[in-house]
């Protein structure tokens, strides 16, 4: 009883200051939590934004081969003012076309059978901020003019090589579409990531630090339309 009685007595309660102190270090926490989370977030949508990009042109690639008719990833806006605080701005299609070469009427995935165009909003990748797929904070830059079939598009054909005239081509023998984290560029800093697409149809991805990924694929990735069967129909 008396060992018991002495053990009750050494207890004591936690006082104010402890709370305190543990208040404050939750703090300090959340707020280290909230800047890294805040700077974080763009940077992962930029990469992610590159590579549906890039997981686009390996399923035009494949359709373009398995359908034997010829498919693109046509762009439509950039982001003139990368450096401000203006919204971001990035659109592009994915389309399907009439001919084997030189087609002349290009459909927006998914391709309907019946020419209605009713499903057409599936192919168009907007991630402009309030877009279907908007991607906060990322935007396409501004890309050198592209001559394609139609002007700024990526065309396969159904050897899976792109038809695109020479001089679309860089002095790497790439056609590139690079994707800017807009936060980063405010604050001075470059992240960035680029998609790279050789005259053969090979895909690849590089970072503004120069990291490569995947290395020149031309191996599809998995994508909404790659569901599309031999004769173009998408269940």
């Known amino acids: 009883m008396s060992l018991a009685r002495t053990r009750t007595h050494g207890r004591r309660g936690v006082t104010l200051l402890e709370i305190a102190i543990v208040l404050a270090i939750i703090g300090i926490m959340a707020g280290l939590a909230g800047t890294l989370l805040t700077e974080n977030l763009p940077s992962w949508r930029t990469r992610r934004a590159a590579a549906e990009f890039a997981a686009a042109l390996n399923s035009c690639r ?28 990035g659109v592009y299609y994915i389309e399907r076309g009439d001919q084997a070469s030189g087609s002349t009427d290009w459909d927006i995935l998914p391709w309907d059978m019946d020419g209605s165009g ?21 935007s396409i830059a501004p890309w050198v003019a592209l001559t394609g079939v139609g002007g700024d598009d990526i065309v396969f054909s159904p050897r899976g090589w792109l038809v ?64 599309s069967d031999a004769s173009g129909h998408t269940p």
């Open 62 to 89: 494949q359709l373009a081969v398995v359908q034997g008719v010829e498919f693109r990833v046509r762009l439509s806006a950039s982001d003139p003012d990368l450096s401000g605080d203006s919204p971001n701005v």
């Open 118 to 138: 009713a499903a057409a909003g599936e192919g168009t990748v907007e991630i402009s901020k309030g877009g279907e797929d908007a991607l906060n904070g990322v």
């Open 164 to 227: 695109n005239p020479v001089s679309d081509f860089n002095g790497d023998g790439y056609i590139d579409v690079t994707f800017v984290n807009k936060p980063a560029r405010g604050r001075g800093a470059t992240d960035e990531w680029t998609v790279m697409v050789s005259r053969g149809g090979l895909v690849r991805m590089e970072s503004s630090n120069q990291t490569a990924v995947g290395g020149a694929s031309g191996t599809p990735a998995a994508s909404e339309w790659m569901s």
